[in-house]
């Protein structure tokens, strides 16, 4: 049928809207993809878009032969963390292991942080299971390990709770569980005692029933503080909330209603007050009584995904966004995007949340590459400062990351770029840049090695990862960029600038090389243009043909150093100044082998000599 008046077109639409018979936002497809961006598998990033402003920190970076440089323990799978914002406190929870995946021990940490910058030292909230004495493992237990889909309550009355799951491994659900467990977090930063708020509905393979007569920690109800036991009560009919431990458990005593479930939880309101509910593999299904029942999960099929999570939230500007993998491959869980829409229903603009996957530093099962398992701050959890989206994972199965998104959630810039950093605060936000920093190679707001204001500070000394800060700009194919560049050493560490498309293709290279030379591409060449000497402010000036058969002028110091220099690699246009300590790199990629055990990788626990560059007054007008 064809509708040649497009009112009438719009009225159809609607009054099949409104009679419930529209398939999309509908229990048979409640959320739909409508973008044409698709990930491209053979880069790191996709050659998606990037949100513009993302500011992405390390929070840990595991070490196992200098244990206290990270956790004390020394451990290197680390996975699941979720987040929340309480007493004014970033909560980030993760477990860990001492190597693989499901191989016991297994115990659960937290680190906090005031701004989401500077983060704590991890701690233990949640130890190895030890069972009380007479207690033996099932016949087919290879020790205990934690599992947690969820980790944090705010309660009603105001008090946090800190949750895991205790199980079997290597498989800790149905019959390879013990219980959920609970603590309280106080505001001077201890915990209370630990108690078991559910054991699981199933008994063991041996046929024991858990309870409190033959675990661990008591339950909950032993308790003798009226505030801790009325926040628990309160989240026990939470019908919502606890539905993440669905998967842990099933219910077989009818805790969760009868209701059908898939992994991973996530859910949101949408603006007419039903809950949107998304787990892994694609699935998604529909509420109207507020999470007491669900329509049947179903598969969506324009959201690509697999074994990863996936994480929706309606933000605070009102709009709302998923993020996860884009991807159906287990084992290469890159890159991680979001898509945003107006309603909790239809979603568009596939854009980059992280495009980085550094290398694996220790082999482990089933470590998958790059980040993995994004959750984000769940509703009644807290709400930082700001408009932004918080968002927390796993990085190849190591290290422990959180990315802030700003919103409104945007792709596109509009006019000329003039950044002198002024007006920023020291070791804070670096507005609409985008940053990729972990632990050993941050970027930072600083003031100038002179004293005379504030610059961005790159330092670097990881020997397997960089410090990244891109600039998106007005798209445009002549383009002219100008920054100051001040390196602190010639001798080691290289700055490389590059000026790329909206794929992320580098048609102009720069680098500051370790050896104290300006290098630069001319086509397929590199040319050295001239040393560098530490503590000088070099100001580079580029100027960008992207038109066909396009080339680009270099100036330093305005001295022309390279005139028409060709492109190295053609492009229609450039919209990302990209500056980073360390080369490109795609490895590992999706041919990588993923399961092949090997050594750690040569002194990946011990920093290099430090190289540090300072970056400023960047300038970039773009015409088409």
Not at 369 to 382: D, L, M, S, T
Request: net charge neutral; charged share 25%.
């Amino acid at each position: 049928m064809t509708f040649p008046n497009p009112t009438l077109f719009a009225l159809s639409f609607l009054l099949t809207a409104l009679t419930g018979q529209a398939q999309t936002g509908s229990p048979a497809e409640p959320v739909r993809y409508v973008g044409g961006e698709t990930v491209d598998p053979n880069v790191h990033e996709g050659r998606l878009r990037y949100a513009i402003g993302v500011e992405s920190r390390q929070t840990v970076r595991v070490n196992r032969t200098h244990p206290e440089q990270a956790d004390d323990y020394g451990w290197t799978y680390n996975h699941a963390s979720n987040l929340c914002y309480w007493n004014n406190t970033f909560y980030q929870q993760y477990l860990s292991n001492p190597v693989d995946e499901h191989i016991a021990p297994g115990q659960t940490l937290i680190t906090t942080s005031k701004d989401g910058r500077q983060w704590t030292k991890p701690g233990v909230v949640f130890p190895p299971y030890e069972p009380p004495a007479g207690v033996t493992l099932p016949d087919s237990s290879n020790g205990y390990m934690m599992h947690q889909r969820m980790g944090f309550y705010v309660a009603p009355n105001g008090r946090l709770l800190v949750l895991a799951f205790y199980g079997h491994a290597e498989e800790p659900f149905k019959e390879g569980g013990i219980g959920r467990v609970v603590r309280e977090a106080y505001q001077d930063g201890s915990y209370g005692p630990i108690y078991f708020i559910r054991y699981s509905s199933h008994k063991t393979v041996n046929g024991v029933q858990w309870n409190e007569t033959n675990t661990r920690y008591p339950f909950f109800k032993t308790s003798t503080d009226a505030g801790f036991l009325e926040a628990c009560h309160a989240l026990l009919a939470d019908k919502l909330m606890t539905f993440q431990w669905w998967d842990e458990d099933r219910g077989l005593d009818g805790f969760y209603g009868g209701k059908e479930a898939r992994e991973a939880l996530s859910y949101y309101h949408r603006k007419d007050g039903k809950v949107v509910a998304l787990w892994k593999r694609s699935h998604s299904a529909l509420s109207s009584d507020g999470g007491q029942t669900f329509s049947k999960p179903v598969k969506v099929p324009t959201f690509i995904m697999a074994g990863g999570k996936q994480w929706g939230q309606r933000l605070k500007d009102g709009r709302y966004a998923i993020a996860y993998n884009p991807i159906e491959l287990d084992e290469y869980r890159y890159p991680l995007v979001v898509v945003t829409g107006d309603d909790g229903i239809i979603f568009d603009n596939m854009l980059l949340v992280q495009g980085e996957v550094p290398p694996r530093r220790f082999f482990g099962r089933w470590k998958d590459f790059g980040p993995c398992y994004v959750r984000g701050i769940e509703e009644g959890n807290g709400n930082p400062p700001g408009n932004d989206l918080w968002l927390t994972y796993s990085m190849n199965k190591e290290d422990i990351w959180v990315s802030r998104i700003p919103t409104p959630v945007r792709y596109a810039v509009t006019g000329p770029v003039a950044d002198n950093f002024e007006g920023l605060t020291l070791n804070g936000a670096v507005l609409n840049w985008n940053i990729y920093a972990p632990k050993w190679a941050p970027v930072t707001v600083v003031s100038t090695p002179d004293g005379t204001g504030k610059c961005l500070e790159l330092s670097d000394r990881d020997p397997y990862d960089y410090a990244r800060a891109i600039r998106i700009f007005e798209e445009g194919n002549r383009v002219e960029a100008r920054l100051k560049v001040r390196p602190a050493q010639d001798k080691t560490g290289i700055l490389e600038i590059d000026l790329t498309d909206r794929y992320g293709n580098r048609p102009v290279r720069i680098r500051f090389d370790e050896k104290g030379a300006i290098v630069a591409t001319d086509g397929h060449q590199e040319k050295v243009l001239q040393p560098y000497r530490p503590g000088h402010w070099y100001e580079l000036t580029v100027r960008t043909n992207a038109s066909l058969h396009g080339s680009y002028d270099l100036r330093i110091d305005g001295k022309t150093v390279l005139e028409k220099a060709a492109l190295a690699e053609a492009v229609k246009s450039v919209e990302r100044l990209s500056i980073r300590t360390g080369p490109y790199r795609d490895l590992p990629n999706r041919k990588t082998p993923n399961e092949e055990p090997g050594p750690p990788l040569p002194g990946a626990d011990d920093p290099v000599n430090p190289a540090v560059f300072y970056v400023d007054d960047v300038r970039i007008t773009a015409s088409k």
